[in-house]
T-cell receptor, first 116, second 117 residues
């Protein structure tokens, strides 16, 4: 069983640039959630994708956007990067069964984004 | 709305001593509760979870936690600390919900556990 993978591992961008982070969900999972973890803090929920649609969003501006693909992989896009966007970005996948119900989220290793 | 408070940003114990990491939660719906561990420069690994049923849950690496609804707590314990337990620990809550959607995790700020030889 393949776990959650993320790419790239590290990324350095300058203020105002755009970035795309990628996540492959664990085999058999159909839901992807993205979190931002600033240094010394707990992860903060950005948004979740289920059946290729956004299914809930945290307190993040519209310049944070995402996609989920038919194979359940996902992208997180951030436009107009700001210095405060420097953080570890974590992707988590889970399985939502027909009829609902929550399930455990399994995390990838993260992408460390540095904005200069 | 949900929130998590982890009491103590840093806990230090001696090898072989009891580990107790505190977590209190607030939730407007019946909660699902989780403990995750994060080693330096890594993602989060699930230690254990409470959804329904038995309130004492056992996890990996000898950790366990007890859901106490009356105290809105979900403290993490381990009888005997090992050097390899040194890491950051996060308590998280999500809402049990109906419908076809999986719900977000709300995390505490984390507790850094150091284990002294």
């Amino acid at each position: 069983e393949t776990g959650v993978t993320q790419s790239p591992t590290h990324l350095i961008k300058t203020r105002g640039q755009q970035v795309t982070l990628r996540c492959s969900s664990q085999s058999g999972h159909n839901t992807v959630s993205w979190y931002q973890q600033a240094l010394g803090q707990g992860p903060q929920f950005i948004f979740q994708y289920y059946r290729e649609e956004e299914n809930g969003r945290g307190n993040f501006p519209p310049r944070f956007s995402g996609l989920q693909f038919p194979n359940y992989s996902s992208e997180l896009n951030v436009n107009a990067l700001e210095l405060d966007d420097s953080a570890l970005y974590l992707c988590a996948s889970s399985l939502v069964r027909h009829g609902g119900g929550t399930d455990t989220q399994y995390f990838g290793p993260g992408t460390r984004l540095t904005v200069l | 709305a949900q929130s998590v408070t982890q009491l103590g940003s840093h806990v230090s114990v001696s090898e072989g001593a009891l580990v107790l990491l505190r977590c209190n939660y607030s939730s407007s719906v019946p909660p699902y509760l989780f403990w995750y561990v994060q080693y330096p420069n890594q993602g989060l690994q699930l230690l254990l979870k409470y959804t329904t049923g038995a309130t004492l849950v056992k996890g990996i690496n000898g950790f366990e936690a007890e859901f106490k609804k009356s105290e809105t707590s979900f403290h993490l314990t381990k009888p005997s600390a090992h050097m390899s337990d040194a890491a950051e620990y996060f308590c998280a809550v999500s809402g049990s919900n109906s419908g076809g959607s999986n719900y977000k995790l709300t995390f505490g700020k984390g507790t850094l556990l150091t284990v002294n030889p």
